[in-house]
Nanobody, 124 residues
Framework: QVQLVESGGGLVQAGGSLRLSCAAS????????MGWFRQTPGKEREFVAA????????YSADSVKGRFTISRDNAKNTVYLQMNSLKPEDTALYYC?????????????????WGQGTQVTVSS
């Protein structure tokens, strides 16, 4: 089992920045992929970004490319999502997720472990 705890969400004005963190604990050994997803009421959970175990491979949704950056610090068992140039449409509950598998499979169903989420609200 892997436990994930997100932090760093909040209220920010459009054009501003936030950095989300996700701390992993439990069975953290092994080459697991970390991802960020987001969800708004009535919609399916949407892929945002993912990063391989080594950090050498990252993959982001087109909607956030050039604005969001995913990174990880394996010494701290923590993954980050730096969000810049935020837009009102980025408002959502952001989830951290982990899996042992391919970074290139972005469906939420491929991820085995999930955090509780952290709310990001971007005002116009």
């Amino acid at each position: 089992q892997v436990q994930l705890v997100e932090s760093g969400g909040g209220l920010v004005q459009a054009g501003g920045s936030l950095r989300l963190s996700c701390a992993a604990s439990g069975r953290t050994a092994g080459s697991y992929v970390m991802g960020w997803f987001r969800q708004t009421p009535g919609k399916e959970r949407e892929f945002v970004a993912a990063i391989s175990w080594s950090g050498g491979n990252t993959y982001s949704a087109d909607s956030v490319k050039g604005r969001f950056t995913i990174s990880r610090d394996n010494a701290k068992n923590t993954v980050y999502l730096q969000m810049n140039s935020l837009k009102p449409e980025d408002t959502a509950l952001y989830y951290c997720a982990a899996k042992y598998g391919s970074i290139w499979l972005v469906a939420a169903s491929t991820y085995a472990y999930w955090g509780q989420g952290t709310q990001v609200t971007v005002s116009s």
